[in-house]
DNA sequence: CCGCATTGCAACTTGGAGTTGCGATAACCT
DNA sequence: AGGTTATCGCAACTCCAAGTTGCAATGCGG
């Protein structure tokens, strides 16, 4: 018994099965992107994949369990940390991507999905996880180098700064609705230095 | 025909109706902190407020329509405007004003609620909407003031201090799930007042 | 090319949303 | 106070999507 992977499970690469996620997982990316997470229903996913219902509860513990898989692999090809040598060029190119990764009407709408099922699915909570300890995970590098270099104060806590610079191009996506653009990249950038160099992000 | 006021009508202050909404809406701010908008059901909204279901969908156009309106009276009281004769000591008690609104298991509930829900909701979009416009409105006489007092440049922009402030609040709320405390608020008012300083927050 | 796991299919249960008709009752007006 | 009218309680109903189950068909691996 319990010969398939369901959820959690690391995903088969051959046979009948990966072909099937070849298929399925796309098709919950765009129903969730044009629809919405309101308007997915599962049916409608196993119509656009070519593929039968029952077939996706046999895989998928239930709806939200598909929709969290979906997203994590989504998720999977994350933004690349650049390293240009400065902290100024290093932020403004960590902003400018994520702004970027948020600018596709698909790549918008599937995160906001993320953030605002988190709420009530445990699934998409354990997704949003994740992929915020990881992104901040694999940034701290810039900061740490720029603090090397004597850029910023040796007290400059990482994380925090990272915080700060991605904090008002999230809050323009959650709370403003406002759009999201380079410009908006480029002031976080900004805020986020100036606030490291008035020595306000301290390490606790 | 019509006869009574559903959803954007104004309430009736006085007769049966009244009395009605006074056990109906607040039933229903207990039922989103409790279960949850996922959990949250007519049914139960019904029986916590002593009331038939039958008399809640004569009165909401729907489920929606209902915890916007819910949710419209809570925040109905906002949080205060400082005038503490410094930018400074403004910015700190605005961010330490935003933070206890969320810092109660039920304020902190509800506005997650509206947050996440206004993304497949159009009436708690329009909560949404209407609660920041209303506090961006009603704090910018703090940014006016300290440009008027010369302690910012002439040229920063209200509403973009203002949001510098208030994103990294929200950010932890939405994104990391970090808990939220003075602490946070008060170096969100630093970077804020760091920035405007640095003159990276320019009208445009 | 054969056996077994996986898929397709249809029929089913469950549960909440929202609706309707009717009898009961409380509010308002004179 | 008394009659009119709007509102509420109640029960029965439809609708729709979630998730389940038994069985037949089919494609994969050895």
């Not at 099922?117 to 901040?136: G, I």
């Not at 809050?171 to 986020?192: I, K, M, W, Y």
Request: net charge neutral; aromatic share 4%; charged share 25%.
């Amino acid at each position: 018994m319990e010969s398939a992977a369901t959820s959690t499970g690391r995903a088969p690469t051959v046979g009948r099965g990966s072909r099937m996620r070849a298929a399925v997982l796309p098709a919950t990316l765009t129903e969730l992107a044009t629809t919405g997470y309101a308007g997915l229903t599962v049916e409608g996913v196993a119509q656009r994949a070519g593929v039968h219902k029952t077939t996706i509860y046999r895989n998928w513990k239930d709806a939200p369990t598909l929709v969290a898989d979906a997203l994590t692999s989504h998720f999977a090809t994350d933004i690349p940390i650049p390293d240009t040598g400065t902290v100024a060029g290093d932020l403004r190119a960590l902003a400018r991507a994520l702004v970027a990764s948020v600018s596709t009407p698909v790549g918008r709408a599937l995160i906001i999905t993320v953030l605002a099922e988190a709420a009530r699915l445990p699934q998409l909570a354990d997704v949003k996880r994740a992929l915020f300890d990881d992104r901040f995970r694999r940034a701290e590098p810039v900061v740490t180098r720029a603090v090397e270099r004597g850029e910023l104060p040796a007290e400059t806590d990482p994380a925090e700064l990272l915080k700060t610079l991605a904090a008002p191009i999230y809050f323009r996506l959650v709370c403003t609705g406002e759009p999201v653009d380079e410009g908006t990249a480029d002031r976080a950038a900004q805020v986020a230095l100036a606030a490291a160099r008035a020595r306000v992000l301290p390490a606790a």
